[in-house]
């Protein structure tokens, strides 16, 4: 259903094809409106563009939940063909290196772009605000189980 035909970006005489993405991502409960740029560069497809959304998400610190403001870049590269050949032997991979292997597959899957994109721009933490003070805080001594029979050693004296 959101699938970029790799024939259809060749067909056009920039070898270009924009391609306007409004819609939810189910697995993740939220609205994204995607601009993107579909480019063939010979045996490689480069997908440029910005996307924008909100998600929903529960802070780490008080539990409540907040809309999370999506405003990103993409830059990705796909392989038309299969890179094992060339990349056999382990090699350590420099920046603007990293690219996505096709496999011979005859289109791009712009959903799943989108959304193993927006997972990696997820904040480790997620907390609902910069003064979020609400937090579950609690002390070591808290969380340790306390055990009554063990209390009569606390008034144990030890003279050296």
């Given at each position: 259903?959101?699938?970029?035909?790799?024939?259809d970006?060749?067909k056009?005489?920039?070898?270009?094809?924009?391609?306007?993405?409004?819609?939810?991502?189910k697995?993740?409960?939220?609205?994204?409106?995607?601009?993107?740029?579909?480019k063939?560069?010979g045996?490689?497809?480069?997908?440029?563009?910005h996307?924008?959304?909100?998600?929903?998400?529960?802070c780490?610190?008080?539990?409540?939940?907040?809309?999370?403001?999506?405003?990103?870049?993409?830059?990705?590269?796909?392989a038309k063909?299969?890179?094992?050949?060339?990349y056999?032997?382990?090699?350590?991979?420099?920046?603007?290196?990293?690219?996505?292997?096709?496999?011979?597959k005859?289109?791009?899957d712009?959903?799943?772009?989108?959304y193993q994109?927006?997972?990696?721009?997820l904040?480790?933490?997620?907390?609902?605000?910069?003064?979020?003070?609400?937090?579950?805080?609690?002390?070591?001594?808290?969380?340790?189980?306390?055990?009554?029979?063990?209390?009569?050693?606390?008034?144990?004296?030890?003279?050296?």
């Amino acid at each position: 259903m959101y699938n970029i035909l790799i024939d259809d970006i060749e067909k056009n005489a920039e070898k270009t094809l924009h391609y306007e993405f409004s819609d939810e991502i189910k697995e993740l409960d939220c609205k994204v409106d995607a601009d993107l740029e579909f480019k063939s560069l010979g045996d490689f497809i480069e997908v440029k563009g910005h996307v924008q959304g909100v998600i929903p998400l529960e802070c780490d610190r008080c539990l409540n939940k907040f809309d999370y403001n999506l405003d990103f870049d993409i830059d990705e590269t796909f392989a038309k063909y299969s890179l094992y050949n060339e990349y056999a032997q382990e090699v350590e991979l420099q920046p603007g290196q990293f690219i996505t292997d096709l496999n011979g597959k005859k289109d791009i899957d712009v959903y799943d772009l989108l959304y193993q994109s927006v997972i990696l721009q997820l904040p480790n933490k997620k907390v609902c605000g910069i003064n979020c003070n609400e937090g579950l805080f609690v002390s070591d001594e808290e969380l340790k189980p306390h055990d009554e029979r063990m209390d009569i050693f606390k008034n144990i004296k030890i003279d050296n």
